[in-house]
T-cell receptor, first 110, second 117 residues
Framework: SQTIHQWPATLVQPVGSPLSLECTVE??????LYWYRQAAGRGLQLLFY??????ISSEVPQNLSASRPQDRQFILSSKKLLLSDSGFYLC?????????FGEGSRLTVL | AQKVTQAQTEISVVEKEDVTLDCVYE???????LFWYKQPPSGELVFLIR??????QNEISGRYSWNFQKSTSSFNFTITASQVVDSAVYFC??????????????FGQGTRLTINP
């Protein structure tokens, strides 16, 4: 069966520091991959999605970037974090229309 | 633009009561998908159901049931005989067709459901 993992689960970073969140999917090949963000008390917002290695689509211009170096690996990065980057980041995958999410990474920028 | 509205921000009921969570959507697409997810306190989003726009049959899964009505652009979710474990935030979402079949979901703001013993 397919599984999705993301890490770290919790992260506290100072403003201006870099960020790297990783997500991997197991048990499937060539999935579509996604990064969503959930700000405190708000719904989920799609940040990036990828339909293949090296193919990244950005939905919201912001301080973040994404990369897909391998088929089942999706990375969310920032060179310099802002306070507004705080939130709960969720990686997801889909292949046949259904979208499944990882456990989430809670980022606090101080 | 696509939009999902969950007008109920919070609902609180006593265990064993039935509860319905409302979801209204807006889209210009003729082909689309609707989803429901459960977010327990742990934070992970748990997939509950996906329904395509051409299938208006109601769906039942145990104590859960979904009522899809295109005429009113609604996709409501009912929990029968609620239990404390049903306490969570529930999200309704609408997919927007993305590049090469990617599922770009637009989420509602969520409904926080509390089941009291």
């Amino acid at each position: 069966s397919q599984t999705i993992h993301q890490w770290p689960a919790t992260l506290v970073q100072p403003v201006g520091s870099p960020l790297s969140l990783e997500c991997t999917v197991e048990g499937t090949s060539n999935p579509n991959l996604y990064w969503y963000r959930q700000a405190a008390g708000r719904g989920l917002q799609l940040l990036f999605y990828s339909v293949g290695i090296g193919q990244i689509s950005s939905e919201v211009p912001q301080n973040l970037s994404a990369s897909r170096p391998q088929d089942r690996q999706f990375i969310l990065s920032s060179k310099k974090l802002l306070l507004s980057d705080s939130g709960f980041y969720l990686c997801a995958w889909s292949q046949s229309g259904e979208l499944f999410f990882g456990e989430g990474s809670r980022l606090t920028v101080l | 633009a696509q939009k999902v509205t969950q007008a109920q921000t919070e609902i609180s009921v006593v265990e064993k009561e039935d509860v319905t969570l409302d979801c209204v959507y807006e889209t210009r697409d003729t082909t689309y998908y609707l989803f429901w997810y459960k977010q327990p306190p742990s934070g992970e989003l748990v997939f509950l159901i996906r329904r395509n726009s051409f299938d208006e049959q109601n769906e039942i899964s145990g104590r859960y049931s979904w009522n899809f009505q295109k005429s009113t652009s609604s996709f409501n979710f009912t929990i029968t005989a609620s239990q404390v474990v049903d306490s969570a935030v529930y999200f309704c979402a609408l997919s927007e067709a993305g590049f090469r079949g990617a599922q770009k979901l637009v989420f509602g703001q969520g409904t926080r459901l509390t089941i009291n013993p």
